[in-house]
């Protein structure tokens, strides 16, 4: 259930989020819209604790059918503390007859303009699945056919999963239904691809896991060997670019431990569980280069940029502290999937380039004596009082450092 709580959210913002990055990046408001909230009681932490673990043991088991019943203050319990693991920010939901309402803010990060990004989202009950009414961004409306499709885009991918089935709103209480299904996440990460993307994808997933299957033992495979094999794979496609943009996409999934199923695919085949990916020796680094990149190709630079750093403030802020190396891998993946899908020249001088073999130092600086594990404090102190500025020339370094690379400082344009 935590699972599918936090893809319902996830998707949702990140959909309305990449509207903002594309053309309403100025709609910041000074002031949080949701107010944070008071810290859970100890009786509601001990509830929320409990359900949760209630919830992972039934679905541990096999695929059944459920039902979620949340009043309001479990919605909003639920909800806010989702929002705390995950970054800075909070929520509000409310419910009412056949309607309800949801309203977010989110604290923007210094490389892009100071403020909260304030979201209002009315949904209303529709059969099968509620449909948005209405949205708004710092107090300034979406138009309806954006907002429209902004969350059909969600509820498509949740329609074509197969995953939840009703949904329905009354003033007391929230209750979906839904099927719980191994596969849940694996479905719900093909529905949220175009159906005429999905077949080049579950093409280049399937030449990920022969060429896994191919080499010898169980040791982690180095990214740099998958992006040859996968780039070689590509350059026998009419069109490089949507090409490049599956292998993101697909890869991306796969350093991440994921896999991605057809909607309509009723296969119990188990898939072989992916191979660990190193970039520097490490996995995580691998999984922010190919993340970024994925996020890249679906949205903007920009959106790229924004969840890089969301998710290292996050970690700053009580997790594994700020990783400049991560956001120079966020970075590089950003500009390699630039590179991959700019235009067709550029991929395929990139196919070109990778037939004679990448190598990590083509893509992705050394990452030596970059910080790590820095507290939002110590991070803060670091930058000293002129916090945009010098967090801006550290970025602005980092950027050299990747355009110093061999794949990026030759490539045409």
Do not use: C
């Amino acid at each position: 259930m935590r699972l599918l709580l936090k893809s319902l959210l996830w998707i949702t913002g990140l959909g309305l989020v990449t509207a903002l990055v594309l053309g309403l990046a100025l709609a910041l408001d000074r002031r949080p819209l949701v107010a944070e909230p008071s810290p859970p009681s100890p009786a509601e932490q001990t509830w929320a604790a409990d359900w949760l673990a209630k919830q992972r043991r039934h679905h541990g088991r096999a695929a059944s059918s459920n039902r979620l019943e949340l009043t309001e203050p479990q919605a909003n319990l639920l909800l806010n503390a989702l929002l705390r693991r995950s970054g800075q920010g909070q929520a509000q939901v409310r419910l009412g007859a056949g309607r309800a309402s949801l309203a977010l803010s989110l604290k923007l990060p210094l490389d892009q303009l100071d403020g909260y990004l304030n979201l209002e989202l009315e949904l209303t009950e529709d059969d099968p699945l509620p449909r948005g009414e209405s949205a708004r961004v710092a107090g300034l409306p979406i138009p309806g056919s954006l907002a429209q499709a902004l969350v059909e885009q969600a509820l498509q991918a949740l329609d074509r999963s197969q995953m939840v089935h009703e949904v329905r709103f009354t003033p007391e209480r929230l209750t979906l239904d839904y099927s719980w299904r191994p596969d849940m996440i694996e479905r719900f990460s093909g529905g949220m691809i175009a159906s005429d993307e999905l077949p080049r994808v579950l093409t280049a997933q399937d030449a990920i896991i022969r060429y896994a299957a191919a080499q010898p033992g169980r040791k982690p495979l180095p990214l740099s060997d998958l992006l040859t094999h996968l780039l070689q794979e590509t350059a026998s496609d009419t069109d490089p670019i949507a090409g490049h943009r599956a292998l993101i996409l697909a890869l991306a999934a796969y350093v991440n431990g994921q896999s991605i199923r057809a909607p309509d695919d009723d296969s119990t085949e188990s898939r072989a569980r992916p191979r660990l990916v190193l970039l520097r020796g490490r996995v995580d680094l691998s999984q922010h280069f190919m993340t970024s990149a994925a996020l890249a190709v679906q949205g903007t630079d920009t959106l790229s940029s924004l969840v890089g750093w969301y998710k290292e403030m996050s970690d700053a802020n009580g997790g594994s502290g700020f990783s400049f190396a991560d956001m120079t891998a966020n970075r590089a993946g950003i500009r390699f999937a630039r590179l991959a899908t700019e235009n067709a020249a550029s991929a395929r001088w990139l196919q070109s380039v990778a037939r004679a073999g990448l190598s990590e130092d083509d893509f992705m600086p050394r990452i030596d004596r970059l910080p790590e594990g820095l507290s939002q404090a110590r991070f803060e102190a670091r930058l000293g009082e002129d916090k945009r500025h010098a967090y801006q020339h550290l970025i602005e370094q980092i950027d050299r450092h990747i355009e110093s690379r061999g794949l990026y400082r030759q490539s045409p344009g």
